[in-house]
């Protein structure tokens, strides 16, 4: 499997194997907290090769603040890879997040595991510079 997006973003679309994504970003600026953000989206795209497991992979998305805890539900889901790929087998995800509450400045991650894979994407909160 190789992932091809994995991305934070302000919005991103998958139709016909074909995704869109807007604004990728890795910090939020804020004025004080707590604040609410109103939208974003995680992006993934996946390509499969004949060579990986066939079969269902389930994924995983954990949202957590700096103490490691989780402030968003779990989300999970799963695909299923064809036992027979000719070249290979795309698969996109998009996962759009709403009024998102953020109690403080730091360091936040997105959690993204995919049956073997694990990769952590950082979102960082910071105060707005004021003049």
Do not use: W
């Amino acid at each position: 499997m190789e992932v091809e997006i994995l991305v934070i973003c302000d919005n991103a679309q998958n139709y016909q194997n074909k995704m869109v994504v807007v604004g990728p970003f890795c910090v939020i600026y804020a004025e004080s907290c707590p604040f609410t953000y109103p939208a974003f989206s995680l992006a993934c795209r996946l390509n499969y090769n004949n060579l990986d497991e066939s079969g269902e992979k389930i994924i995983k998305i954990d949202f957590l603040n700096e103490k490691g805890e989780s402030f968003i539900p779990t989300i999970e889901s799963s695909t299923t890879i064809p036992d027979s790929i000719e070249d290979s087998h795309i698969v996109g995800l998009v996962v759009g997040f709403g009024n998102v509450k953020f109690d403080s400045f730091g360091k936040y991650s997105i959690q993204v595991t995919i049956g073997d894979f694990y990769r952590e994407l950082p979102l960082y909160v910071k105060q707005k510079f004021q003049p």
